[in-house]
């Protein structure tokens, strides 16, 4: 049997390996020219009816009328927002399947969890910021107090009365109430939920008799008359809630947990495919419309790049990791 030389068969298979990686990158770019030719999956890490669910419907609308595709809303609720954020990050980076979350999934988690099912920092790529959320004070209207301080002075004066509830284990909810618990001094135990829905449920049914939530999902109980709000977590005040003081100005000076939201996709992106999801999201962030609804259901627009993702989670992990260790935040 006569075999080719060597030289000429290594020639072959150069040649072969060349066209087969130059086709698959003619079929890569072809593929995120067409993108997107079918629907997306925008997942929200919380149950229905949370703050994540209700932007999640927002920017799904929107972001359906930029790409000219649907975008169904997935809600993939539990454990802290892992189980979405990991659900994402494990998908098919083609754009197709989107995350929208909080600081709770990318900074708050990984400040108190070693193992985690998804990596924060090389587990995403971002498409942008899209705003915050202020996180709120709340207690039931039977709770004699109309301020922080009265509140403080109650918890202490029968502090087997009082818990507090937040909306699951290492999310912003559950940072804002043991900061609260060390800068008062107080020991309130924490009930964390799996998500603001079900912990919302319980405030207003006097199952616990405070919580610490979104300004969004306390905005409509709040016009009723079925919980009171004493203060916000905030650096300054909500836009949503102008006459409700922060925590800070009512005797606790540089109080602050802020939830911040961003849109990101699994890492991995083809480049025209991450270019087209950015400007879709810059311009649906760019439109009154759209910012006139984020104000109404609550969240602050602040639409930006990212283009450090992984420098910016790191240092956010880092100073979450700091909080957590000063304010004993731990994982129940």
Not at 15 to 23: D, V, Y
Not at 186 to 214: C, E, N, R, W
């Amino acid at each position: 049997m006569h075999l080719p030389p060597f030289h000429a068969t290594r020639r072959r298979l150069i040649a072969g390996g060349i066209l087969a990686s130059t086709l698959a990158a003619a079929g890569g770019l072809a593929q995120a020219a067409d993108f997107p030719d079918r629907p997306l999956t925008l997942v929200a890490p919380y149950p229905a009816g949370g703050a994540a669910d209700v932007l999640a419907r927002i920017l799904g609308k929107t972001l359906q009328d930029q790409l000219g595709q649907p975008v169904v809303v997935e809600n993939k609720p539990g454990a802290g927002t892992a189980i979405g954020a990991a659900y994402v990050a494990n998908a098919k980076p083609d754009g197709y399947t989107l995350l929208i979350s909080s600081n709770s999934t990318f900074t708050l988690n990984p400040a108190l969890q070693s193992k985690l099912a998804y990596d924060p920092v090389k587990g995403f790529d971002a498409v942008g910021m899209v705003g915050s959320v202020a996180l709120a004070l709340l207690v039931n209207p039977t709770v004699k107090a109309s301020n922080v301080q009265q509140l403080v002075a109650a918890v202490k004066a029968k502090p087997d009365d009082f818990v507090y509830g937040s909306f699951g284990n290492g999310t912003s909810s559950n940072f804002a109430g043991a900061m609260f618990n060390s800068a008062t001094g107080l020991k309130m135990t924490h009930v964390p939920y799996k998500g603001s829905a079900p912990l919302m449920t319980d405030l207003i049914g006097g199952q616990i008799p405070i919580s610490f939530d979104t300004v969004v999902a306390a905005s409509q109980q709040l016009k009723s008359g079925k919980v009171k709000v004493l203060a916000v977590a905030t650096a300054k005040r909500s836009s949503v809630m102008p006459d409700v003081p922060t925590v800070a100005e009512s005797g606790y000076p540089g109080f602050d947990m802020t939830a911040w939201l961003a849109l990101v996709a699994p890492r991995g992106l083809p480049p025209a495919v991450k270019a087209r999801l950015e400007k879709a999201l810059a311009a649906l962030m760019a439109s009154p419309d759209t910012q006139e609804k984020m104000k109404l259901a609550g969240f602050e627009p602040a639409y930006s790049a990212i283009p450090d993702w992984a420098g910016m989670v790191s240092a956010d992990i880092a100073k979450m990791r700091s909080i957590a260790e000063h304010s004993q935040i731990k994982i129940e």
